[in-house]
C-alpha cells in the first residue's frame, strides 16, 4: 500500500485498488456492479425476457449436478489477470466453495458459466467476459444470444485455450443444444423468450 487519500485507499496493484473501489460501490438496487476490462460497471439487471431464460436453465441444471455443486446467479467471480470481477448470470460452482467466499471466487473454480445479452451488454458478453473466462480455465461457457445478428442463438463454448474457446454447439431458439459430460444435459431453447 503506498498511501491513503481520505477513504481512498491507493496501492501498488491496480487490481487491489479496483477490487476495493468494487467493493466501496453502493449498488443501486435491481443492479450489479462488475469489473470489465479495468472498468467499473453498473448494469440493470435484465427485463422479464431475462428471468424466462434463467429459470429453465437453472432447473435443468439442479437435476444433473453432483450434489456438491450449486447454480448461483449472484455470486462474483474474479479473473484478475483480466481485470475481471463478474457476477455470471448463472454460475455453477462447488457449493462449498461458494459459501465459504469473502465476496468473490476465483473463476477457475467455476464449472460452468452462462450469460444472457440485453441489447446494452452484448459486446461484453461476446468479447470481454469469454476471453476473461477462458483464460480463468472455466471449462464451459454458455451464451444465449437474443440480439445476435443472425437471429436468437445460444453457444456453447469449451475447450478454453489462452483467452479463447471453442465453440462445441450452436442452437438457433427453437433447437436443442447439448451440454456435454459433466453435465449431459439437453436443453431446449425453444423455452427461452426471444425478446
Known amino acids: 500500500m503506498r498511501a491513503c487519500e481520505g477513504d481512498y485507499i491507493l496501492t501498488d496493484s491496480e487490481w487491489d485498488e479496483l477490487v476495493w473501489v468494487w467493493g466501496q460501490t453502493d449498488v443501486p438496487k ?57 457476477i455470471p448470470d448463472i454460475l455453477v460452482a462447488p457449493v462449498q466453495e461458494c459459501t ?16 444472457i445479452t440485453s ?10 467476459k469469454p476471453a476473461a473466462y477462458a483464460s480463468a480455465g472455466i471449462p464451459l461457457y454458455l451464451l444465449v444470444d ?28 427453437g433447437e436443442l443444444l447439448t451440454v456435454p459430460a459433466p453435465f449431459d444435459l439437453v436443453i431446449d431453447t425453444g423455452e427461452f423468450p426471444e425478446t
Not at 121 to 128: C, I, K
Not at 147 to 168: F, I, K, M, Q, S
Open 146 to 173: 437474443r440480439w445476435a445478428p443472425e437471429g436468437p442463438t445460444a453457444t456453447l463454448y469449451g475447450e478454453p485455450r489462452g483467452d479463447v474457446y471453442r465453440p462445441l454447439a450452436v442452437a438457433k431458439f
Open 30 to 86: 435491481g443492479c450489479k456492479v462488475e469489473i470489465i476490462d479495468g472498468l467499473i460497471t453498473v448494469t440493470p439487471y435484465s427485463a422479464q425476457a431475462h428471468h424466462g431464460t434463467v429459470e429453465p436453465v437453472q432447473r435443468r441444471l439442479y437435476g444433473v449436478i453432483p450434489e456438491d455443486w450449486g447454480v448461483f446467479q449472484t455470486q462474483a467471480i474474479a479473473v484478475p489477470s483480466r481485470l475481471g470481477m463478474f
Open 100 to 115: 465459504e467466499a469473502d465476496s468473490c471466487l476465483p473463476a477457475a473454480l467455476a464449472e460452468l458459466v452462462v450469460e
Open 119 to 128: 441489447r446494452k451488454n452484448a459486446r461484453h458478453d461476446r468479447v470481454s
